[in-house]
């Protein structure tokens, strides 16, 4: 069969990265192959995201551009996957006639059947239906980047939790949980591909299996923790009413489980927290770090805000830097609140001016910005084991394609910090020995959103069989 060349444009969360390689995967079978170069492609989709209105967007720009590349190439096939595909439907097709396939976050196993329609008749098809049960639970075999060291694996899909600012509810569908034998096969396989890492997905990790008398989510862990040559897992994201005693003490006992927790929080204020209908208070949610830090001193908490959620006052946005202030938080994602029509929130008065907004989410990141050079300077000096995850990008490499004296190399600690160091020689001489492998790395010092260090004697003794020299980076 000859090959027809795919190019997939990833907008949003893990989970459209997860759902980006599912397509890939069930599209492998017609012949397709993904490409980087749109020109050369015979199909481009663009798997969307609808979060907030400055995503929705840019899926349309991108469609925009789609346009002009079909007028002088009728003959490819332009699809629109993901939560706008969900969100609009039809509405997509009938705006943008030159569009032949939309389909929803529930379609992408159908893909196969709807794309050979599209390829012998040339007509236009919307699948947009949602259904209450995974239908396709089993691993599709994807391929995986040359040397991927990391992988999404989706445990569950959808949310029932309904806060008000959030389409995830209406475009995802009602939260369902995959079988633990499919998930353990499929990460075994990324293992056997060389995964080492993996990062289990949903909305709420907390509630997977809860509705289908599955395991718990700390049982799956577990389960995962006892997959060989696997060496670290980690899980997104985990809703604070939800956090389990169980999930808790995970922290404390399973060897494989990063240090490092995003519990996204929104709001430091309880009257905020009640209208987004989160479900638990500010101090119910410090309490449940004060349990996680205790079960594991050195763990790394990271957090999403909002900012401007309608009705927010002055006092309450302060309530939110304070929160900031008292945590000390590892990192964090901040937001200017984004109307999104179908969520509750859109009818709620009081809408907060964008100047204001802005404003707040500036006051925010600075206070951040100082929190995280104290933490990024306290590393300085310390010893992080980290996982090798390939050359750092901007690598130099001369004319021949041989590495320097030093190619610098990056990784990823436990706690999520990326660490840039220069690769010895002797190690550089044996790939096996730097990508996918554990190292110890004397932190340096600090770029503004990684860390340096170098090799450590006791890693380089390991891994040469010798007392080698250390390598300042
Ligand atoms: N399931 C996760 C969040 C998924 S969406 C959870 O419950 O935490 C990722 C983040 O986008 C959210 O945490 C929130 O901070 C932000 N977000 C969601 N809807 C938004 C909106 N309408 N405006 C601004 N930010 C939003
Ligand atoms: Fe959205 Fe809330 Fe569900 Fe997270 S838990 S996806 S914020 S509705
Ligand atoms: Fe966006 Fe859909 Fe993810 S709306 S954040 S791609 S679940």
Known sequence: MKSKLLYINTIGCQMNVYDTEQMAGVLFSLGYRL?????????????????REKAEQKAFSFLGRLAKIKAVKPSLIVGVGGCVAQQEGEAITRRMPYVDLVFGTHAIFRLPEMVRRIEHSRCRIVDVRLSDVIEVNKPVDVQLNENQVSSFVT??????????????????????SRHPDHIIEEIR?????GVREVTLLGQNV?????????CSFAELLKKVN??????????????????SDDLVSTFGCLEKLCHHIHLPVQSGDDDILKRMNRKYSRDSYL??????RATCPDIAITSDFIV??????????????????????????????????IAQAAAFSDKIPNLVKKERLK?????????????YQAMVGQVREILVEGPSRHINTNANGVPPAQARYRGRTSSNHIVHFNAPNSLLKKKELLTGTLMDIMIEGAYAHSLWGRVTQKTMAEKTGKGGATIAA
């Open 308 to 341: 401007g959620f309608p009705g927010e006052t002055d006092r309450q946005f302060q309530a939110t830097l304070d929160l900031i202030e008292t945590v000390q938080y590892d990192g964090l994602f901040a937001f200017m609140y984004s109307d999104r029509p």
């Open 189 to 193: 396989i990324r293992v056997e591909k």
């Open 363 to 375: 006051a925010l990141l600075e206070l951040q910005e100082g929190i995280r050079r104290n933490k």
């Open 35 to 51: 490409t980087d170069d749109i020109e050369s492609a015979d199909m481009v989709i663009v798997n969307t995201c609808t979060i």
């Open 155 to 176: 445990v569950m899909r959808g949310c029932d939790n309904y806060c008000t600012y959030c389409v995830v509810p209406h475009v995802r569908g009602r939260e369902t």
């Open 287 to 292: 309490e449940k770090l004060a349990r996680l």
């Open 206 to 214: 907390n509630s997977y299996g809860g509705k289908e008398g599955l």
């Open 226 to 243: 006892r997959i060989k040559g696997l060496d670290r897992i980690r899980f997104t994201t985990s809703h604070p009413k939800d956090l």
